[in-house]
């Protein structure tokens, strides 16, 4: 089946900086979306971006299709940023999300 | 506009006991699939719901059932708990069965099996 691998990690950064969060995944895909897991366990839909880029205030997320590749930027990160962000693709027709492993972002005041 | 809801938000079950999680799905949508988290781990889609039928099916034995009502909303049971069920489950809707369309999820329900 087709695999979604997320990098970095883990990720540390200061209450201003920015970050880049990527996403990989091996086959073509018609749906992926970005989530924040908050601590309470609530996905949060950030992006819906099987392809092109979009905005969303200091979040912005860029995929290309062809390339088998998202990426996620965080710009002037503030400490309600910090949490788990999931990205996840679905096949043409299948109806289900597959989820990469997620990457920790902590932001320090 | 109310998003997609779960109960409880909270459960714990003892091994082999039965347990049942509710769903509404988001007003206008009517495909719903369940998912289970393990801790630290990204979600596992266990099936998906529409027309009230099993429509997709992930790796998940048996004992993990569901069904829809006419209504859209949705139960996940899951028979002979074993203390490797304790998870995070997530609902999740959608308009449509597939293609295209973002998924929205709830706020899940935490099983602790003991």
């Known amino acids: 089946g087709i695999q979604v691998e997320q990098s970095p990690p883990d990720l540390i950064l200061q209450e201003g900086a920015n970050s880049t969060l990527r996403c990989n995944f091996s086959?073509?895909?018609?749906?992926l979306q970005w989530f924040h897991q908050n601590p309470w366990g609530q996905l949060i839909n950030l992006f819906y971006?099987?392809?092109g880029t979009k905005q969303n205030g200091r979040l912005s997320a860029t995929t290309v299709a062809t390339e088998r590749y998202s990426l996620l930027y965080i710009s002037s990160s503030q400490t309600t940023d910090s949490g788990v962000y999931f990205c996840?693709?679905?096949?043409?027709?299948?109806?289900?999300?597959?989820f990469g492993q997620g990457t920790t972002l902590q932001v320090k005041p | 506009d109310a998003g997609v809801t779960q109960s409880p938000t909270h459960l714990i079950k003892t091994r082999g006991q039965q347990v049942t999680l509710r769903c509404s799905p988001k007003?206008?949508?009517?495909?719903v699939s369940w998912y289970q988290q393990a801790l630290g781990q990204g979600p596992q889609f266990i099936f998906q719901?529409?027309?009230?039928?099993?429509?997709q099916r992930g790796n998940f034995p048996d004992r993990f059932s569901g069904h829809q009502f006419p209504n859209y909303s949705s139960e996940l049971n899951v028979n002979a708990l074993l203390l490797g069920d304790s998870a995070l489950y997530l609902c999740?809707?959608?308009?449509?069965?597939?293609?295209?369309?973002?998924?929205?999820f709830g706020p899940g329900t935490r099983l602790l099996v003991l």
């Open positions: 999740a809707s959608r308009p449509g069965l597939a293609g295209s369309g973002a998924q929205y």
């Open positions: 086959d073509s895909v018609n749906n």
């Open positions: 971006i099987p392809s």
């Open positions: 996840a693709v679905e096949r043409t027709n299948t109806g289900k999300l597959i």
């Open positions: 007003s206008g949508h009517d495909t």
């Open positions: 719901y529409y027309e009230e039928e099993e429509r």
